[in-house]
């Protein structure tokens, strides 16, 4: 594991600007779908992508990253209208979008500073995200905001950082790739995406009459019970850096017959237990993990190519903090392997005749871990012309901007560490009481081959109720 070590720099902005689609687009009134517009969809994702400056690009070198890229954003509206609109909300909290051209956010700037200053490991938490990606006052709302804000800073040394907000409503993270691909498609001279943009929200709608006929306890309320809800103050960001040697070594710790699981499944079932214990959570007390389940091609017919709305669910494993702790890592991969089932046609449904029955709830927040494999969706596959991205991912770990569920979330990024290993980030954000025994019990298990349980004399984990 690897982490990178913090680094302050100036970035000089101009003022944000509205761009507006190239050609004229129809003013109309879209319709969400009813998974798009769920109380846990109602927020903004960042995203950023790192350039190097490439020397074997020809004309690249004369090309301004801002001015191509500002200049796709305009042609790349005209099939991704809706972006420039802005979202309304009605009866029954029924979230549409009006397509009023308004446009999306952009900012030009500069820093002083070049990629190789970031580190051997690109990865969260960036320094001075807060500038690579500023927030401008009122753009981060639900509705009558912006639903996309673009901001390129030019680096000294010829690169260029991409940074993206986008709202969740509009698309979940495989929709909004297909529009950066687009865009990046546009920036190099396509005249059109060669995947046309789909909305078709209706597919995803509920039934009439709408019912309820799968169990989804994501959207349980857990029992909000004193410890089980993160502590916002005090937070500390830190990503931790994990080699193909070091999923070997986890491994090891798994029994013998369930060593042929997925790594994403054995990765997050170590991170999901050692992050209990350093949370030190009452034994009694009811932990989620969730992940995430692309419904695209499940849905009869399956979604057409093109579609960019949220087309995924939520999927749960459940325990209690002590179980969790004090039984081997077989038992919190069990459940990991079990939550990744399927997702079912008849499921979507439900979800979607939940969130009308239900009023669109959010996901049970008290103690959940959220995570969300990011390896292959393509970030980091987005060439505007200079090339792949050394960074395409997730700006942060945490979830957004909502302030309930900071520091629940991580993601799986692709990456590479300075040495050129392949090998995947994960950011963590934990309350500074936890982090620090979160990675000793991580290096424990990767160089020691140790399994450290809760009734070690040299660890207390978990608290006894009062």
Sequence with gaps: ??????????????????????????????????????????????????????????????????????????????????????LREGAGRKLGVE?????????????????????????????????????????????????????????????????????????????????????????????????????????????????????????????????????????????????????????????????????FEVLTAFLWRSRTRCLQLYSEEEVRMLCIADARTIINPPLPEGYYGNAFAYRVALSTAGKLCENPIGYALELVKKAKEDVTEEYMKSLADLMVLRERPHFGVAGTYLVADVTRIGLGEIDFGWGKPAYGGPARGGMGVIPEVAGMASFYIPSRNKK????????ICLPAFAVENFAKELDGMLKNNIDLLVHDSTSVYIKSAL
């Design 420 to 427: 050129g290993e392949q090998g995947i980030v994960v950011p």
């Design 1 to 86: 594991m690897e982490t990178q070590e913090s680094l302050v720099f100036t970035v000089i902005r101009r003022s944000p600007e509205l761009i507006t689609p190239a050609k004229p687009t129809p003013h109309e009134y879209k319709l969400l779908s009813d998974i798009d517009d769920q109380e846990s969809l109602r927020f903004h994702v960042s995203v950023i992508q790192i350039y190097r400056k490439k020397n074997d690009f020809g004309n690249v070198l004369k090309m301004d990253p801002v001015k191509v890229i500002r200049n796709a954003i305009s042609k790349t509206l005209v099939f991704y209208y809706p972006f420039a609109g802005r």
């Design 99 to 263: 397509c009023t051209g308004e446009g999306v956010l952009f900012i030009e700037a500069d820093a002083d500073v070049t990629v190789d200053q970031f580190g051997g490991i690109l990865q969260p938490p960036f320094p001075c995200l807060d500038q690579l990606l500023f927030h401008v006052p009122g753009s981060a709302g639900v509705v009558n905001c912006p639903l996309l804000l673009i901001q390129v800073t030019r680096l000294k040394c010829g690169g260029f950082i991409c940074a993206l907000r986008f709202h969740h409503a509009m698309s979940d993270t495989v929709g909004f790739v297909q529009f950066m691909k687009a865009l990046a498609e546009i920036a190099r001279g396509a005249s059109a995406p060669s995947v046309l943009p789909v909305w078709r929200r209706e597919l995803l709608n509920a039934r009439d009459p709408p019912r309820i006929t799968c169990t989804h306890h994501e959207y349980d309320n857990a029992a909000d019970m004193k410890g089980i809800i993160i502590p916002l103050q005090d937070m500390v960001h830190r990503s931790f850096f994990f080699t193909r040697t070091d999923i070997r070594a986890l491994r090891r710790l798994v029994p013998p017959h369930l060593r042929t699981c997925s790594t």
